[in-house]
């Protein structure tokens, strides 16, 4: 909503600086956007033009100019500027949008003080007219409210605000704020004894009200500079007299209004009711428009002359020729008026106030301070009478409010008497009882309709910034879940260990998953781009980009990880790790490239965190390594996977040697154990045996260790891998594991040949399961 | 010179040329052992007098003491040529550079999110979590957001179902709680996470960001304790010496609704390019639980009532540290992260 100092000033007599109110609009109201003269320009003044002279060899003219009594003479290129007129004048010093400062000058070498000048050049954007030269001012005596030094203050409404679109809405606001008198409108209409011929009927709930009145012999024309003035302020356009006055009716009173040329209406006869389906209207844009069921028409009787609310009919509009007018002055339901006019993509500054509700009691003021206006600007009779159909009358209601409730909401000690006065400010009727204030609401007031509304009305009056400042009282534990907790501890230690944290979008392309994941994917009904469609399945894609993203700026060294939701059938978390380059960081020492090791070594630390016990089985996806990649096994239940990128889609992102994991935290968690137990450190030394054995190339050493740790051989606590060898002079299907396993009993020491029985059990049982030799 | 002084010059003579262990085990051998030369001087013990005996005996001891000692001395003294010529052929350019300590650092939002958790769990509020795939019921319905309400357009939410969408707020973890405790209990929580926005991506609009939202719903709770609440968060993001300044708002879920400014920490409030010569900076939004909520959530309004804010992580950090781009989050880029690292 742009507001208009000057136009405000109709209603607010009192004396308001436009900056201060901007101020205080926005601490008690609604957030104010810009506070902005009219004409962006300073030092302009008036002036006659007495008489144009050419100037030999120039499209310039020497020009006399009356200001203030005394003639000067201004050099104008302008081809329009001609003897009679009046202007506006740039005074010497005046300034223009665009830094522009006006100085005596001599043009064709004539001195010329100051300059005639066009709309444009006081920044008034070409939507606003469509003049190229001068700018000719059509009544320059009605100065007083000409707007050359308006202000436009533009409010942003929230949609709870909806009376505030309109002037007098604004001023009930300001009054309120600012605690000064409103002078509402009054208008007297001056009728003639021929009657309004008019009569009106509804077939439809959906028109509340509607009225309508006559007006003859009117001349329609361009409107005074002033009314322009204050449209341009509010961001209209305008038109001519009879357009003008609608739009500005509806800026000041927040009613829509449509003017009909009654001639081309086909009866006198108005009947509102709503469209048939696959039925068609020609609005005045010139264009043919599907109706559906429901949308709101006004016809003749016969046939459609407008589509109420939203834009009037071609056939029935306003030309220059006009010359009876009937005006419309309706109450249509919101609902209907937003679905029909977001369905032909019709939104108005008409359809929007109908959408958001506007004040049911204005009607018949609006339609009467319209036709006083359209008389005074284009002549005519205003026909005796109003035609009208009302269908639910405006009425007001009462809303009870406890003087408690609102200390209790605001955190505030205000008496019943402060509260009565804050809302009295708005012109609001309280009458307190015994135990509530009754609040009488206007139709105005749309927003109001419960005591929470009306806290809300007394806090912002009052002052949020007057409230007091306090923690709240209530007594409760807070700490973060254990849950919580591990995940922070995860990304330290990763972090700790060289690993980014990388947030990357959730929204994705199917294909760039395929591969890593074989899950029906989960996509967004409209999506804004292809790139993202579907929810992720995997972390990995997204990672790779990231490396990739660095690959591209020589930054190969990339070591990243995310910590995201998964969106399978049900929402899962997970950690994705990716990791390229070398696993040692010396600028000078030969480098270690990771492997396939290194980040199995991270995916068991952050095992070792939640305290599971996983298998790693060699197992193939497309997308990776094919042998160099397992899926990671707790008691049976796929955790993840840990591998090599393969080549192929590796190259896909410009990348090679990636080494990813993916670890489904949500599974983790649930078989977590992390209940502690406490055992005494042994005092007794372990006794350690190293053994060579000799197995099938095909049996994987995990598979051997496992054997080991399952074996049930007494007291061996330990087993761990510490050489692998495969080559002469062994043979092709063999290799060689060296493992050296450890025995620990609190309560003994073990003499060599108690170790040696145990290491025959443990050997018996090896070659029972694998048929494993011993490397001699 | 007597027999003792020859041994001994001749014991020394030998000693200096002696460069290994096995030199000196024969030094040793040839002097101190079994047949050695001062062993041989006892020999003449018994050619001597009972007055003169005690007096050789111990100057020979005396002479086997020092010879021994000799030996001793000189054997350390090798040693330790041997791990000194060792260490010399250790040495290293001590110019050269260490290995560098590779640490990876948390992103930036993470660490504004763990920073506003450790404020709030201080003040006694727990962290809440919830999907982010929701329906429609517990993102806008239960939230005074019924079907038709013009805040809630199709166009801005990405919907998988006519009934289900990407979250566009955390506000429905607030509802599920709200839900869980049944009406009967005091709430305190904050909430954060992902959210998503049908808006096109530019330098800032982001269809994904992060929120955290916080709650307290308690018989009592008012809008000044909201107030002190929200005066801690900006002082604690912002510093200190921050004021915070409250203006009428509409959100559907609270009433009365505010947007809240904070004090601006470049000038203090005179005045500047970053905040657009206001003083303040407009940081969140928040309000008193609308009474529609409430209810929809089980509790009665005439015995309950509560504060709600959220707050856009992206504009925290944006601000904070003048980031001019919200793309630069997603992009990940380590150079970007590493900068924020403590």
Wanted: with cysteine.
């Amino acid at each position: 909503m742009n507001v208009s100092m000057k136009w405000l000033s109709d209603y607010i007599q009192s004396h308001i600086d436009p900056n201060d109110l901007a101020e205080k609009i926005s601490l008690h109201a609604q957030e104010v956007a810009d506070v902005r003269p009219l004409y962006a320009a300073e030092g302009l003044v008036l002036g006659r033009v007495e008489s144009t002279e050419a100037i030999p060899d120039s499209k310039n003219k020497r020009c006399v100019v009356t200001v203030n009594g005394t003639q000067r003479t201004i050099v104008c290129g302008a081809p329009n500027v001609a003897p009679g007129q009046d202007v506006i004048v740039a005074d010497i010093g005046a300034t223009l949008p665009g830094d522009v400062t006006i100085q005596k000058a001599t043009i064709n070498g004539i001195e010329s003080a100051g300059m005639i000048v066009s709309l444009s050049e006081l920044g008034i954007d070409k939507k606003y007219h469509q003049e190229s030269g001068i700018h000719v001012v059509n009544d320059p005596h009605h100065d007083a409210s000409f707007g050359l030094d308006d202000t436009v203050v533009e409010i942003e409404l929230t949609p709870n605000r909806m009376d505030l679109m309109s002037m007098l809405g604004v001023a009930y606001e300001v009054s309120a704020i600012y605690e000064v008198p409103l002078t509402l409108p009054e208008v007297t209409v001056k009728e003639v004894a021929k009657v309004n011929p008019y009569t009106i009927t509804s077939d439809t709930p959906k028109c509340m009200a509607y009225y309508g009145r006559v007006i003859e012999n009117v001349t329609v024309k361009d409107s005074p500079e002033w009314l322009k003035n204050r449209l341009i302020a509010a961001g209209i356009r305008p038109i001519n007299t009879i357009v003008d006055v609608t739009n500005y009716i509806m800026i000041d009173l927040g009613q829509p209004l449509h003017a009909f040329d009654s001639d081309t209406i086909g009866t006198q006869a108005i009947r509102v009711k709503t469209a048939e389906t696959d039925t068609t209207f020609q609005t005045l844009d010139g264009q043919t428009r599907a109706l559906k069921s429901g949308d709101i028409l006004i016809t003749d009787g016969k046939r459609p002359i407008a589509l109420g609310g939203v834009m009037g009919g071609l056939d029935t509009e306003v030309t220059q020729s006009t010359t009876t007018i009937f005006l419309e002055s309706a109450i249509f339901e919101d609902r209907q008026i937003g679905q029909t006019s977001r369905r032909l993509d019709l939104r108005s500054e008409a359809s929007l106030r109908y959408e958001r509700g506007i004040a049911h009691d204005r009607a018949i003021l609006a339609l009467n301070k319209a036709v006083t206006m359209i008389q005074a600007l284009s002549g005519g009779e205003i026909l005796k009478g109003i035609a009208e159909h009302v269908q639910t009358p405006p009425t007001p209601w009462t809303v009870s409010l406890q003087t408690s409730r609102v200390n209790q909401l605001l955190g505030t000690t205000l008496s019943d008497a402060e509260i009565k006065a804050l809302l009295e400010r708005l012109q609001l009727t309280v009458k307190p009882t015994k135990e509530t204030l009754e609040v009488t609401i206007p139709p105005r007031r749309l927003d109001l309709h419960t005591d929470q509304d009306l806290i809300e009305e007394v806090g912002r009056l009052y002052g949020y910034n007057h409230l007091d400042i306090r923690l709240p009282s209530t007594q409760t534990q807070g700490y973060l879940t254990d849950h919580q907790k591990r995940r922070r501890a995860i990304k330290s230690h990763l972090e700790g260990l060289g690993f980014f944290e990388s947030i990357t979008y959730s929204l994705t392309h199917p294909d760039l998953e395929r591969g890593f994941v074989s899950r029906e994917p989960t996509a967004v009904l409209r999506p804004l781009s292809t790139d993202q469609q579907t929810l992720k399945q995997t972390v990995v894609p997204g990672l790779l980009e990231v490396l990739s993203y660095h690959h591209a700026r020589q930054m190969d060294d990339a070591k990243i990880y995310e910590l995201r939701t998964l969106y399978w059938e049900e929402e899962i978390e997970t950690l994705g790790i990716a990791m390229s380059g070398t696993s040692t960081h010396s600028s000078w020492k030969p480098p270690v490239p990771v492997d396939f090791y290194s980040i199995k070594g991270l995916v068991q630390h952050v095992l070792a965190m939640f305290n599971v016990s996983a298998e790693f089985v060699a197992s193939r996806l497309e997308a990776m390594h094919p042998h160099q990649t397992a899926e990671i096994r707790i008691a049976g239940q796929v955790c993840g996977f840990v591998g090599k990128v393969h080549p192929e889609t590796a190259s896909q992102y410009d990348l090679k040697d990636i080494y990813v994991a993916e670890l489904y935290i949500t599974r983790l968690a649930a078989m977590s154990d992390r209940h502690i137990t406490y055992t005494p450190v042994t005092k007794m030394q372990s006794v350690r045996r190293d053994l060579a054995l000799l197995v099938d190339k095909t049996i994987p050493a995990g598979v051997v260790l496992s054997t080991i740790k399952s074996s049930n051989v007494p007291y061996l606590v330990d087993a761990e891998i510490f050489d692998v060898y495969t080559g002469s002079p062994l043979l092709d299907s063999e290799k060689s594991l060296a493992i050296r396993v450890a025995f620990n009993d609190a309560n003994q020491t073990f003499k060599t040949e108690d170790i040696d029985a145990l290491m025959d059990q443990l050997l018996t049982h090896l070659k029972n399961e694998h048929a494993v030799k011993l490397r001699t | 010179m007597d027999a003792f002084d020859t041994l001994k010059h001749a014991f020394h003579a030998r000693l200096k040329t002696s460069q290994t262990d096995q030199e000196l085990a024969q030094l040793k051998a040839d002097y101190l052992g079994k047949k050695g030369e001062v062993t041989q001087l006892m020999q003449v013990m018994k050619d001597l007098s009972e007055s003169e005996r005690p007096v050789y005996g111990q100057r020979v001891n005396a002479l086997k003491k020092e010879l021994s000692e000799a030996l001793n001395a000189h054997k350390k003294a090798l040693e330790k040529a041997l791990l000194e010529a060792q260490l010399a052929a250790e040495k290293i350019d001590v110019t050269l550079p260490g290995d560098r300590v590779q640490l990876g650092a948390r992103h930036i939002l993470s660490s504004i999110v763990e920073s506003i958790e450790d404020l709030f769990v201080g003040l006694g509020y727990q962290v809440k979590e919830g999907p982010e795939i929701e329906s429609d019921e517990f993102n806008f319905e239960k939230l005074n957001l019924p079907k038709h309400h013009p805040a809630r357009d199709m166009q801005d939410s990405f919907y998988i179902d006519p009934n289900t969408l990407l979250r566009t707020h955390t506000s429905p973890v607030q509802v599920r709680t709200m839900l869980e405790v049944g009406g009967q209990k005091p709430v305190k929580i904050i909430c954060p996470g992902k959210v998503y926005r049908r808006d096109d991506d530019d330098a800032t609009h982001s269809h994904q960001f992060m929120q955290i939202e916080g709650l307290v719903v308690d018989h009592h709770t008012s809008m000044a304790d909201l107030k002190g609440t929200l005066l801690k968060m900006a002082q604690t993001m912002f510093g200190a010496d921050r004021t915070i300044r409250l203006r009428p708002s509409y959100f559907p879920f609270t009433e009365p609704s505010v947007e809240v400014d904070v004090s601006c920490y470049n000038c203090d409030g005179a005045g500047c390019s970053i905040c657009k010569h206001t003083g303040y900076i407009e940081i969140l939004g928040a309000g008193m639980v609308h009474d529609n909520v409430l209810k929809m959530s089980g509790y009665d309004p005439k015995e309950y009532q509560g504060f709600a804010f959220g707050i856009g992580v992206e504009r925290i950090a944006m601000l904070k540290y003048g980031i001019e781009d919200i793309r630069h989050f997603y992009t990940n880029d380590m150079r970007f992260l590493r900068m924020f690292n403590q």
